[in-house]
Structures are given as structure tokens and as C-alpha cells.
């Protein structure tokens, strides 16, 4: 039999109204006893005795057996996390930074307590990839999970690429329909898409990896000569999050902007959508599609883990507590692009074979074989330098488009 969950909600902004929304619509053994919010003055769809700015009337309250975290607060939010697994209250949070950036704490937290922390709504929103990682792929080695897992770069690249508009709309548009972090540098600088590629890799691989040691470059730089670049290769560009099995011992981890072929599931994923591509060794690839952002496709996700605390679900994290795990590494080599000014930079990158090089007024770009460590090692005079960067397929052999 399901038990009556009494929910404490923290967050009433963009998912935890799509969640309230939903909520309504269905008759379901729970029940939100109280939401906490920030700012009392603000106008809400719902009568005031409901919100409480204080978190203990929530995380006090004997009454209340489940947690949904959906807050824009890092660090509060892995307090109120935190202290609910310890108290006896399972949890449910969307926030992706916090559980990645807090990930080996969390899952000591659980089994201390034995209470559960299920974040489904933290990766690619709508899309059930968590508990098919955990669950479904239990027993499958999987060479590689990458894809699209961040909605508003997505919705930003579709813009330029597709309609031409310019960066700075397709961001405000982005911010405006509720698909962007609260600090936006956060999505398109690839910081949102590496929490996600961390947690979906303690799931995948069982590493718990600290976000710090993964290269993340995000479409900031992205100019209409990369787009024309793109166009003229019948090319798109995405940002893509990588975890690649190197062997069977070694697993690397980036986030950077992709060229993607037409051949590839990517290619077609649009807007605030999102994309997981799953190379299993057995089941092949296999494909998940999705909206990545937005209150109702992420509130979905979280109702689902609250509908699995009805059953007493808990992730087991098998991966990660196999005596023998993998190991993670930034020593492999990447097939890059690289469209520039400062020709320092080429030097300092150290290419390791170079395909092409391209100048014509103002545009420079070149293409070659870059070790990933050297790309973390110079990332911060990459963005200083405004320069874009983008890798090409490796995962199925296919090398850069310029390079045949
Ligand atoms: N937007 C999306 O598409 C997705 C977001 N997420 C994640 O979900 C979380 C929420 O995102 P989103 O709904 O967009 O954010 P919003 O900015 O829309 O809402 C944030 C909410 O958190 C409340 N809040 C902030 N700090 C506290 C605190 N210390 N105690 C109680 N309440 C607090 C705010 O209160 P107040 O209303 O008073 O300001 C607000 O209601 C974030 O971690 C985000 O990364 C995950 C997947 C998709
Ligand atoms: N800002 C995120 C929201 C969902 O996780 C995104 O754009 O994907």
C-alpha cells in the first residue's frame, strides 16, 4: 500500500508552480502542507496562510514526511536538503548545482539515515534518465552518455542558427519563458550541462566526479562566423556534455560546443528540448527526447519521484559502491575547432596534429587534435579572448568535417 505523503515545499517560482499545477489536476494520496518561499511580499496564486518564509515551520513539523526542494539558493538549499535526510524526511530536488556540487555528502546522508534523495527533475528536465541509468541500465556497460542537457543554450542556438535572431534577444527570450538559471552565465557558459553530466555519471559509471576537475565551455562565444561555418558544412552547432568510457578503466567527462552531423539523433533536438544518446555495449544506441526546461516538463519529472516515495524508492547507487570503480581522467585528445584572434593562444594550446587552418579578414579558425588538459589549463584566456571552441564527433569515429 502507498504512504499519504505530507509534502513541505520549498519554492514557489517557475517548476514549483508548474509542480503546484499539476498537483491540482490529479487525486493523489498527498498532500502540500506548507510552501516556504523568500520573499513574503510578493503576489501569489495562492491564499497567504499556505507560505512561510521560516524553514523550520517545514523542517519541524513531524507532520510532514517528504521534502520537494525546487529553490534558487545553492547553498541554502543543500541545508534544507541536508538537514531533512537527516531529520527522517525524504527528499525530492531539482537543483542540479546543489546536488552535483554536494553529491558524496548526500549519498553518505542517506544511508546514515536511510531516507532517499530523488532528483530525476535535476537532469534534463521531463526526460526519465536518472532512473533508466540506475535502473534499466543496471547491468549494461555503457561506452558513452552525452547529448543536450541544457534547455536555454539549446532555445539560444536554434534562435541564431534557425531564425537568425540575434544572441542577446534569444537569451532574454530564454530568461523570459522561465528556462534560465537565475544567473544565465550558468547555461551558457556549459556550468549548467557539467552538473547535470555529473550526476548523470555517478549514475552511469559510478564516479561521484567534483564539478571543479570538468572542463566546461559554453556557446558565450559564439559568433555568426562559427554559424556560417556551421551552415556552409551542413553542420549545427550544440552544446553537448560528454562521459565517454575511454577503456575499462578510464572515463573522461567535458562539456563543450559540438559540430553535429544531420546523422545524428542531436541534430533535430530544438529549442528548450533536450537530448540523451546512450551507447550501450549490448543494447546499442538508444535515444531520449525531451523538454529539458519550463515548469510543467520539469514539475512532471518531479512529481514523479514523489510518486515514487509513495513506494519507498531509493536510488541504490550499485556503480558507485562496487568495490572496483572507474576512474576518471582529462588525458584524451579531441578533434577541435578553434576560431580565434590571438595567435599566442594556437601556441599555447599546443595542438597535437593540425587539419586546417583558415584566414580571411577578421575570421580565423583552426581545426586539429588538442589533449583536454591543455584546453583546461588555457580555458580562461579561450573566453578572455572571446575565441569559440567546438569538438567533432569522436564517440563514433566520425572526425571533423574539415579534416577530410
Ligand atoms: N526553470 C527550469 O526550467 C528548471 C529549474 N530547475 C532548478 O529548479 C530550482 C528552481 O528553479 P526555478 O523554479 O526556475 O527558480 P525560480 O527563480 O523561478 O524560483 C525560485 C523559488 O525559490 C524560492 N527561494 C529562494 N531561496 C529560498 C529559500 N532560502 N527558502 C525558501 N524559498 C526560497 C523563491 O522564493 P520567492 O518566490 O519568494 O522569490 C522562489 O519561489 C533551481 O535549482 C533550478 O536550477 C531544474 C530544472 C528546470
Ligand atoms: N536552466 C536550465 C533549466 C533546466 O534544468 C536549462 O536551461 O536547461
Given at each position: 500500500?502507498?504512504?499519504?505523503?505530507?509534502?513541505?515545499?520549498?519554492?514557489?517560482?517557475?517548476?514549483?508552480?508548474?509542480?503546484?499545477?499539476?498537483?491540482?489536476?490529479?487525486?493523489?494520496?498527498?498532500?502540500?502542507?506548507?510552501?516556504?518561499?523568500?520573499?513574503?511580499?510578493?503576489?501569489?496564486?495562492?491564499?497567504?496562510?499556505?507560505?512561510?518564509?521560516?524553514?523550520?515551520?517545514?523542517?519541524?513539523?513531524?507532520?510532514?514526511?517528504?521534502?520537494?526542494?525546487?529553490?534558487?539558493?545553492?547553498?541554502?538549499?543543500?541545508?534544507?536538503?541536508?538537514?531533512?535526510?537527516?531529520?527522517?524526511?525524504n527528499v525530492v530536488s531539482?537543483?542540479?548545482?546543489?546536488?552535483?556540487?554536494?553529491?558524496?555528502?548526500?549519498?553518505?546522508?542517506?544511508?546514515?539515515?536511510?531516507?532517499?534523495?530523488?532528483?530525476?527533475?535535476?537532469?534534463?528536465?521531463?526526460?526519465?534518465?536518472?532512473?533508466n541509468l540506475e535502473e534499466?541500465?543496471?547491468?549494461?556497460?555503457?561506452?558513452?552518455?552525452?547529448?543536450?542537457?541544457?534547455?536555454?543554450?539549446?532555445?539560444?542556438?536554434?534562435?541564431?542558427?534557425?531564425?537568425?535572431?540575434?544572441?542577446?534577444?534569444?537569451?532574454?527570450?530564454?530568461?523570459?519563458?522561465?528556462?534560465?538559471?537565475?544567473?544565465?552565465?550558468?547555461?551558457?557558459?556549459?556550468?549548467?550541462?557539467?552538473?547535470?553530466?555529473?550526476?548523470?555519471?555517478?549514475?552511469?559509471?559510478?564516479?561521484?566526479?567534483?564539478?571543479?576537475?570538468?572542463?566546461?565551455?559554453?556557446?558565450?562565444?559564439?559568433?555568426?562566423?562559427?554559424?556560417?561555418?556551421?551552415?556552409?558544412?551542413?553542420?549545427?552547432?550544440?552544446?553537448?556534455?560528454?562521459?565517454?568510457?575511454?577503456?575499462?578503466?578510464?572515463?573522461?567527462?567535458?562539456?563543450?560546443?559540438?559540430?553535429?552531423?544531420?546523422?545524428?539523433?542531436?541534430?533535430?533536438?530544438?529549442?528548450?528540448?533536450?537530448?540523451?544518446?546512450?551507447?550501450?555495449?549490448?543494447?546499442?544506441?538508444?535515444?531520449?527526447?525531451?523538454?529539458?526546461?519550463?515548469?510543467?516538463?520539469?514539475?512532471?519529472?518531479?512529481?514523479?519521484?514523489?510518486?515514487?516515495?509513495?513506494?519507498?524508492?531509493?536510488?541504490?547507487?550499485?556503480?558507485?559502491?562496487?568495490?572496483?570503480?572507474?576512474?576518471?581522467?582529462?588525458?584524451?585528445?579531441?578533434?577541435?575547432?578553434?576560431?580565434?584572434?590571438?595567435?599566442?593562444?594556437?601556441?599555447?594550446?599546443?595542438?597535437?596534429?593540425?587539419?586546417?587552418?583558415?584566414?580571411?579578414?577578421?575570421?580565423?579558425?583552426?581545426?586539429?587534435?588538442?589533449?583536454?588538459?591543455?584546453?583546461?589549463?588555457?580555458?580562461?584566456?579561450?573566453?578572455?579572448?572571446?575565441?569559440?571552441?567546438?569538438?567533432?564527433?569522436?564517440?563514433?569515429?566520425?572526425?571533423?568535417?574539415?579534416?577530410?
Open positions: 500500500m502507498s504512504t499519504k505523503l505530507n509534502i513541505g515545499l520549498f519554492g514557489f517560482g517557475v517548476v514549483g508552480q508548474g509542480l503546484y499545477d499539476i498537483i491540482r489536476t490529479k487525486n493523489l494520496n498527498l498532500e502540500i502542507k506548507k510552501i516556504a518561499i523568500k520573499h513574503p511580499g510578493k503576489l501569489r496564486s495562492l491564499p497567504s496562510d499556505i507560505f512561510t518564509t521560516d524553514k523550520n515551520e517545514i523542517l519541524n513539523n513531524p507532520e510532514i514526511n517528504t521534502v520537494v526542494e525546487l529553490i534558487n539558493d545553492t547553498e541554502a538549499a543543500f541545508d534544507i536538503v541536508s538537514t531533512a535526510l537527516a531529520s527522517g524526511k531539482a537543483s542540479k548545482k546543489m546536488v552535483a556540487t554536494y553529491l558524496d555528502q548526500l549519498i553518505d546522508l542517506q544511508q546514515q539515515h536511510g531516507t532517499s534523495l530523488l532528483y530525476e527533475g535535476s537532469v534534463c528536465g521531463s526526460i526519465p534518465i536518472i532512473r534499466y541500465y543496471d547491468n549494461e556497460l555503457l561506452h558513452s552518455v552525452s547529448g543536450i542537457f541544457n534547455g536555454s543554450s539549446n532555445y539560444i542556438l536554434s534562435k541564431v542558427y534557425l531564425e537568425s535572431l540575434d544572441y542577446d534577444t534569444a537569451l532574454k527570450q530564454a530568461q523570459d519563458l522561465g528556462f534560465a538559471e537565475t544567473d544565465p552565465t550558468l547555461d551558457v557558459g556549459g556550468f549548467d550541462a557539467k552538473y547535470k553530466l555529473v550526476i548523470a555519471a555517478a549514475h552511469a559509471y559510478g564516479i561521484v566526479v567534483k564539478p571543479e576537475e570538468i572542463l566546461n565551455i559554453g556557446i558565450q562565444n559564439v559568433s555568426t562566423h562559427d554559424l556560417q561555418h556551421a551552415r556552409e558544412k551542413k553542420l549545427k552547432i550544440k552544446l553537448v556534455p560528454v562521459a565517454k568510457e575511454l577503456d575499462a578503466e578510464n572515463v573522461t567527462l567535458f562539456v563543450l560546443p559540438k559540430f553535429v552531423t544531420e546523422s545524428e539523433f542531436l541534430y533535430n533536438v530544438e529549442y528548450e528540448y533536450n537530448g540523451v544518446t546512450v551507447q550501450a555495449a549490448f543494447a546499442d544506441q538508444q535515444f531520449f527526447f525531451g523538454k529539458g526546461a519550463g515548469g510543467h516538463p520539469t514539475g512532471s519529472a518531479v512529481l514523479s519521484d514523489i510518486a515514487a516515495l509513495r513506494y519507498g524508492y531509493q536510488y541504490e547507487y550499485k556503480k558507485a559502491l562496487q568495490k572496483k570503480s572507474l576512474n576518471f581522467t582529462n588525458n584524451v585528445t579531441l578533434n577541435i575547432y578553434l576560431r580565434y584572434h590571438d595567435e599566442q593562444l594556437v601556441e599555447l594550446l599546443n595542438f597535437e596534429h593540425i587539419y586546417e587552418r583558415f584566414y580571411s579578414g577578421d575570421y580565423k579558425f583552426i581545426t586539429g587534435k588538442i589533449n583536454l588538459q591543455n584546453l583546461i589549463t588555457h580555458q580562461q584566456r579561450i573566453l578572455d579572448n572571446k575565441a569559440f571552441i567546438a569538438f567533432a564527433d569522436q564517440l563514433t569515429g566520425v572526425s571533423l568535417a574539415t579534416a577530410e
